[in-house]
């Protein structure tokens, strides 16, 4: 590929390589820089993406080529911004010759972030990422068209254990005839490309694909299940639906689930949830109600925030439910039926979403069924303790005399207390983490009832038997004595009565530990980190990813799952949500969106006008597919509920109470200006585009914005009432202007919290002040982003009480 020299016809020189393992790699290999550039590769291919479907290899085939166009837009766009792409020099490249000429490892320099503000988090290599490796540093597209420039394509497959600096890359072209100075540019993860492209090909189950194809098949009754007998066990459950749900909610679960018991036929639910209606909540308790009747489920999602958010409130009402298991106050949530999969980075996991994520338990799991750190160890330690630890003492009397008559020092005089203290809590310790790790990771369907219940009542008597130790009127002479004997037998003159208690608890604590060690011998515990992650996926009812994530179950030997469950459908292109519907096992699948927001991000024109960012649900809904509204708002205050409900949902959706209540009004500045809804009118201000020419800011408009957020603060620090604001814009660069003009003016105040985002970013959140920032307008109506009416729609239902608008020469439309 030197110079990238392409025919006139815009078509790729073929190239030998010794490698093949990935058709999308492979293809975007074959491409020349013209062709990458190329707006037309694919228009004679590229078709409207149609709402029905003649057969599975139509309905797979209708995206093989907009998936093509689009990764190629992607890329497009990538070295079109170039001069902003994280970079570093390549210190050295080694070619691994074993495995084929194209597979060599980069040793590189740090990378660097130019020219990205806002905070960004710094640039890490990921499995997929591609870069650019070439022979000179470079600003723009025409830097790499340079007449001799030497430049390859590069791929990870994965990350190797070795440093950070070093990176094993796969690469378009033989380096060895790369120039000595080179430098690596990052430009797009191709992940999610890559498993959507081999879903298309993979072939697995249809159970849900054939009947999606078309509406009339997926909207028939089963003739041979009762609808009777469907309702009946779904109205089982609806005993465990909280009462705070209202009864549209409780309609779209208990409706959705009516038809999960049918092993006849496939079915597709729709819950459409608008803005403030309570879908994540409704979600999470949809699940919840489901976990442990023996059905088993995968809940994805378009993105790791949505995955996480839906993980924690999952997790918050198992805790919850889970209440206190002991009059103690012992409290162990059991989590082993939830497991959480991704990349622990991108996931942000931390607190208790640690705990179901999934390396983490293979990890904790692994110690605790490790030889020298496990449960078998500890408790054998435990009851070692317990049951010699008189003999124990006078060994350890024995070795610091001989100690001290070799080295002619005095004894160390250790009570029989003091030492019966420190070797039961270096037992305990050990034991205890066991216990815990146990009851938190492994579900208790697998650990059988008594085997619970045995480990908590074993906590409660460590925990008393450690008080006891404690008492101050507890006396080594006497303590020895008693344990002098054989647990169960009490010595009757011995009045200690700390210590006649303290024999009593150590009998019982024996007993249980007995019967623990044999029971718990019994069961089946993987060892070695790969079974126990097999274990772990094979004992989870639920499981939580992104859709893209989902490809990994593929290779996963394990139960099939029954329950499909896709949060914020309306964000996931369709061909994203064929990676999971094709899951082993998968008969029943339930979208919850609203196709009213914003879809996924398409990049390429000519995939958007196909319709490549559709997801299933807007498919469907589309179709005449039915929905179960939720038609209860509780977010906006009803001046700015009234005219996207009125403009988008046709007046469907009603205010909830709180919200048309008088204490639901709040006006943090004074004057008729500042109510709950304020069109502000800028004068002065011009929108400028920024250096590369993408995106655009009004200073001005910057300015009052940060005026308006500091006078909101002056208030604010009067009442000191917990506020957040958010500050949104259809623009990127009006973002990053923003985020520069305030700083960090506002980070250190607990209770004030001010974020910026662009519109598209702050899709599912929510504020108590909204501000946005439209940049520019003008005398016809036209203004861009705001054309949209579901990036619109999303823009004006994300403030609870307060909405400035700026904008200045702008006539409404919608």
């Known amino acids: 590929m030197e110079g990238s020299v392409a025919s006139s016809s815009g078509s790729s020189p073929k190239k030998k390589r010794r490698w093949s393992g990935s058709g999308l790699v492979d293809l975007v290999f074959s491409w020349s820089l013209q062709d990458i550039r190329n707006e037309h590769l694919y228009r004679s291919k590229v078709d409207k993406i149609p709402l029905s479907f003649q057969s599975v290899s139509h309905y797979l085939g209708s995206y093989h080529f907009p998936l093509l166009e689009e990764t190629r837009a992607e890329l497009s766009s990538a070295m079109e911004l170039i001069s902003r792409a994280p970079f570093a020099e390549v210190l050295s490249l080694e070619e691994s010759k074993p495995y084929g000429t194209s597979l060599c490892k980069l040793n590189v320099d740090s990378w660097e972030n130019r020219h990205i503000g806002g905070g960004q988090e710094p640039y890490r290599t990921l499995p997929g990422d591609i870069f650019i490796i070439i022979d000179a540093m470079v600003e723009s ?117 009516c038809k999960l018991n049918c092993d006849h036929k496939s079915s597709v639910e729709l819950i459409w949830g608008p803005p403030g209606t309570g879908k994540t909540k409704t979600v ?17 999602a378009p993105t790791n925030i949505a995955v996480t958010e839906l993980a924690t409130r999952v997790v918050k009402l198992l805790k919850e439910s889970s209440g206190v298991n002991s009059t103690r106050g012992i409290s162990i949530c059991s989590l082993g039926d939830v497991l959480l999969l991704g990349n622990k980075d991108r996931l942000k996991v931390k607190g208790e979403l640690e705990k179901i994520f999934v390396d983490y338990r293979v990890d904790r799991l692994a110690q605790c069924f490790g030889p020298s750190t496990g449960w078998k160890h500890s408790m054998a330690s435990m009851v070692d303790t317990l049951e010699n630890c008189v003999s124990h003492y006078q060994a350890f009397l024995e070795n610091e005399l001989n100690k001290a008559e070799e080295t002619k020092q005095k004894i160390n005089k250790k009570s029989f207390l003091q030492f019966m203290k420190e070797r039961f809590n270096a037992s305990a310790v050990s034991l205890k983490r066991c216990i815990k790790i146990i009851c938190t990771h492994i579900p208790k369907s697998f650990m059988l009832k008594s085997n619970s219940q045995g480990m908590i009542h074993l906590l409660e008597l460590l925990d008393l038997f450690e008080s006891l130790l404690s008492r101050d009127d507890l006396l080594s002479e006497g303590l020895e004595g008693i344990f002098s004997q054989p647990a169960g037998v009490q010595d009757s003159r011995n009045s200690f009565t700390s210590a006649i208690t303290l024999q ?32 772990c996926f094979e004992q989870a009812s639920l499981i939580f990813c992104t859709s893209s994530s989902s490809f990994k179950l593929h290779r996963m030997k394990m139960e099939p799952l029954n329950l499909l469950v896709i949060d914020e459908a309306a964000q996931m292109k369709e061909c994203e949500s064929i990676i999971p519907l094709q899951l082993p096992g998968i008969r029943h699948a339930i979208l919850i969106g609203d196709e009213h927001q914003l879809p996924a991000t398409v990049h390429s024109k000519l995939c958007n006008e196909a319709g490549f960012g559709r997801s299933l649900f807007e498919r469907l809904s589309m179709s005449g597919h039915s929905k179960h509204l939720l038609n209860v708002q509780y977010r906006m205050h009803p001046l700015i509920s009234c005219f996207p409900n009125s403009k988008i949902y046709d007046n469907q959706i009603l205010d909830a109470p709180s919200v048309r209540s008088k204490q639901y009004t709040k006006q943090y500045l004074p004057g008729a200006m500042f109510g709950p809804y304020s069109f502000i009118n800028i004068y002065g201000g011009r929108a400028v585009q920024d250096e590369v020419g993408y995106s655009y800011r009004n200073m001005v408009e910057v300015g009052v914005v940060t005026k308006l957020i500091q006078n909101i603060y002056k208030a604010w620090n009067v009442s000191k009432e917990k506020l957040s604001i958010g500050v949104i814009s259809p623009y990127a660069s009006q973002v990053t202007a923003i985020q520069e003009k305030i700083g960090r003016k506002f980070e250190n105040f607990q209770g004030f919290t001010v974020k910026v985002k662009t519109i598209d970013g702050s899709q599912g959140g929510e504020d108590d002040i909204v501000i946005i920032s439209l940049v520019k307008s003008n005398t016809h109506g036209s203004i861009g982003f705001l054309s ?5 729609n999303v823009a004006l239902t994300r403030a609870r009480f307060d909405f400035f608008l700026f904008w200045f020469f702008f006539l409404f439309s919608f």
């Open 141 to 257: 597209v025409s830097d790499i068209e340079h007449p001799g420039r030497t430049w390859t394509l590069a791929w990870v497959p994965k990350l190797t254990d070795e440093e950070e600096d070093v990176i094993e890359v796969i690469a378009a072209k033989d380096s060895g005839t790369m120039s000595k100075t080179l430098y690596v540019f990052f430009l797009i993860n191709i992940t999610a490309n890559n498993r959507i492209w081999k879903s298309l090909h993979l072939n697995g189950n249809m159970n849900i694909i054939k009947p999606i194809l078309c509406i009339d098949s997926l909207e028939e009754i089963c003739d041979r299940c009762s609808l009777y007998s469907n309702a009946m066990w779904a109205e089982k459950l609806s005993s465990r639906l909280s009462s705070t749900l209202n009864d549209s909610q409780k309609e779209a679960v208990l409706t959705s689930l």
């Open 284 to 300: 999470s308790m949809l699940l919840w109600s489901i976990l442990g009747i023996n059905c088993r489920i995968l809940s994805c």
């Open 504 to 535: 009593c608890i150590r009998t019982q604590c024996l007993s249980v530990l007995r019967n623990l060690q044999c029971s718990l011998a019994k069961l089946k515990f993987p060892c070695g980190l790969a079974m126990i992650e097999k274990f």
């Open 788 to 792: 949209n009416p579901q990036r619109a």
